[in-house]
């Protein structure tokens, strides 16, 4: 695949409880549906009923046996409601307690969404070790699931290397290595139970080869930073999508409207239409660069 190339669906739809790592359990799938078909995601939803559905995460949320839950709740605290689909109001610190969680929990994601955050906010060292680690431990999953790929990593990690002071590398080498030894074997774990379920998902994207955008400039005329637009979906019993939701899309929140035609186009083999018809699931778009125009890329496997 040419080095160059635009974007990918990681199109490992997360179709488990707020991506939770147990893929069979039918009652953690019916608890985030129903949050979702309550309104939780849908600005037009009573206010009330959907701070409602946010408390009940928040008590879910007390202990770590969740991690998908707190990458979750944690999302809907990062956003600003007047630009995106949370009903909670933004509070960035609250954001990064619950990412973190998340994260030392094997949610490689939270690793690269705290990063931005941290680089957003001016601090320069933490967006550094968030984006090793992330770089650190998607390398690890890409060994596990070749679907995986380094290419968000490597972008995030650029990102918050431009301009850190050489001087400070020692420290943060040294700080990084000291989380890997001290979290290592918990995120391992969490990772274990995340390809589990994943291994278990039949629901790929039936289209043929990788979609790409490219071309996509805000309007400035500036090329978009690398980021993940997050969405929740529901298949039609025809293996189309029936409804989509935006989750989350950083570090810009414009890429949840970027990237949304790409999320609409997700279709599921015919012959699963029927067993699809109704799940509720989570689809993460990667945008890694933007300087080309949208085609098929063949598939390689």
Avoid: C
């Amino acid at each position: 695949m040419n080095g160059r190339v635009a974007l990918f669906i990681a199109i490992l739809a997360w179709l488990v409880g707020a991506g939770t790592a147990r893929a069979n359990d039918a009652a953690d799938q019916q608890r985030f549906a129903g949050w979702i078909h309550a309104g939780l995601l849908d600005p037009s939803a009573p206010i009330d009923k959907r701070r409602e559905i946010a408390a009940e995460i928040e008590v879910l949320t007390k202990d770590d046996s969740e991690p998908g839950l707190l990458y979750l709740l944690g999302s809907l605290y990062h956003q600003d409601p007047a630009r995106s689909s949370s009903p909670l109001p933004q509070d960035i610190d609250r954001a990064r307690e619950l990412l973190s969680r998340a994260a030392l929990h094997g949610k490689v994601p939270a690793m690269a969404k705290l990063s931005t955050i941290e680089l957003q906010a001016g601090n320069r060292f933490e967006a550094n070790v968030w984006a090793q680690l992330f770089y650190h431990y998607a390398k690890q999953q890409a060994k596990v699931d070749p679907r995986w790929s380094e290419g968000l990593a490597a972008s995030i990690l650029r990102n918050a290397l431009v301009g850190f002071p050489k001087s400070e590398m020692d420290a943060l080498n040294e700080s990084v290595g000291a989380m890997i030894a001290q979290y290592d074997v918990q995120i391992m774990q969490g990772l274990g139970r995340i390809a589990e379920a994943s291994a278990g998902n039949r629901f790929r994207d039936a289209r043929p080869g990788k979609r790409m955008l490219l071309n996509s400039r805000d309007t400035s005329g500036r090329t978009y930073e690398a980021g993940v637009a997050e969405y929740v979906i529901e298949f039609a019993s025809d293996g189309t999508l029936k409804q989509l939701w935006s989750l989350d899309a950083w570090p810009n929140p414009k890429l949840a409207k970027v990237l949304r035609n790409l999320a609409l186009g997700f279709r599921i083999d015919a012959k699963l239409a029927s067993e699809a018809d109704g799940v509720v699931g989570i689809l993460p778009l990667e945008f890694v660069d933007g300087r080309y125009s949208i085609r098929d890329q063949p598939a390689s496997d």
